[in-house]
């Protein structure tokens, strides 16, 4: 029986997509890891993957990759999956419209860039697109507008790409991860001018940093992230009344917090947005305007 092929956009060892690529060249799966570090490239082979070098913000880059993808699978691709993300900490006052394009050139327009290149190699295949989004497109992420926003255009996307998709036999699946450890959320992006608004708490932004691999995040190791991933993405076929219960899911919500926020989601927007009114602190913040306001009072008086 042929080995399903499979493809992995931004597999830097100690993110999501390393671990999910390793997962499915567990499985007995073709693997094509690729990276934007060139050097990156032979450690992925050294470990059995067919490694390929690719910047997805960057169309030449994109289509020399397909070109090569194509001859190693032979013109039918089973699985692509579009991890590589970008992600940005700030205020949504204090955004810097170069800093949101380039979020959403990585979360977004990447991911379109990428299946109109690679849908010629799906269809034969009858294959599968698996989009990484994030949780954060369903709750108030304080200060980070530009991400979750990016994602939730990203899921918007998806679900449209779906239907279209459908008649060829092509499914796409939506990831909304929760916190997972990884390299991105060790380091996020992003900083707060000296002239915000938020300068009077700004151990609140301090906090903010880095949230998503915090305790309090409730992390999800990376490994137990893509191997439930992976098994997901082997379920069934069936119909779409029986889906969600029975076979591969077109929503798939997992990670820390993902299950709690979205039934948060169902319940109503205010329970998010008071649970995350309490999360980030921003009733502290509000307590310190409330006190320069009675301040600036008494001086008038």
């Known amino acids: 029986m042929q080995r399903k092929t499979v493809l992995v956009t931004g597999c830097t ?21 690729t990276a934007r570090n060139e ?10 993957m067919s490694a390929v070098q690719l910047d997805v913000t960057n169309d030449a880059s994109i289509a020399t990759c397909r070109n090569e993808v194509c001859k190693l699978v ?19 006052t204090d955004i810097k419209l170069d800093d949101a394009r380039a979020v959403y050139e990585t979360n977004l327009f990447s991911v379109m860039a990428m299946v109109s290149s690679f849908i010629d190699l799906l269809i034969p295949a009858r294959g599968l697109i698996i989009n990484v989004a994030s949780i954060s497109a369903l709750i108030p992420y304080v200060f980070g507008s530009v991400y979750a926003s ?32 990884s390299n991105m ?12 608004l938020y300068q009077r708490a700004r151990h609140l932004y301090e906090a903010r940093l880095g949230f998503s691999q915090k305790s309090g995040s409730n992390p999800m190791p990376t490994g137990k992230f893509a ?29 820390g917090m993902s299950r709690l926020l979205y039934c948060g989601s169902c319940l109503g927007e ?22 320069d306001r009675k301040k600036d009072g008494r001086k008038d008086l």
């Open 185 to 196: 959320g060790n380091s996020p992006k992003g900083s707060l001018p000296s002239n915000s």
């Open 270 to 291: 205010w329970i998010l947005d008071m649970a995350i009114w309490k999360k980030f602190g921003m009733y502290e913040l509000e307590a310190i305007l409330e006190d």
């Open 227 to 255: 191997m439930n991933l992976v098994d997901n993405a082997f379920k069934p076929e069936v119909s779409l009344f029986w889906r969600t219960w029975f076979g591969r899911s077109d929503w798939f919500y997992y990670g």
């Open 39 to 48: 050097a990156l490239l032979q450690e992925l082979r050294s470990q059995g």
């Open 13 to 33: 060892p100690g993110g999501i997509g390393y671990a999910v690529a390793k997962e499915f060249q567990s499985r007995g799966c073709h693997v094509i890891a």
């Open 74 to 92: 032979d013109g039918k691709l089973d699985i692509l999956i579009n991890n590589a993300g970008r992600g940005l900490v700030t205020p949504a």
């Open 150 to 181: 990016s994602k939730a255009a990203l899921a918007s996307y998806s679900r449209t790409l779906r239907a279209e998709l459908r008649p060829f036999g092509v499914r796409v699946q939506v990831v909304m991860a929760g916190t997972v450890k």
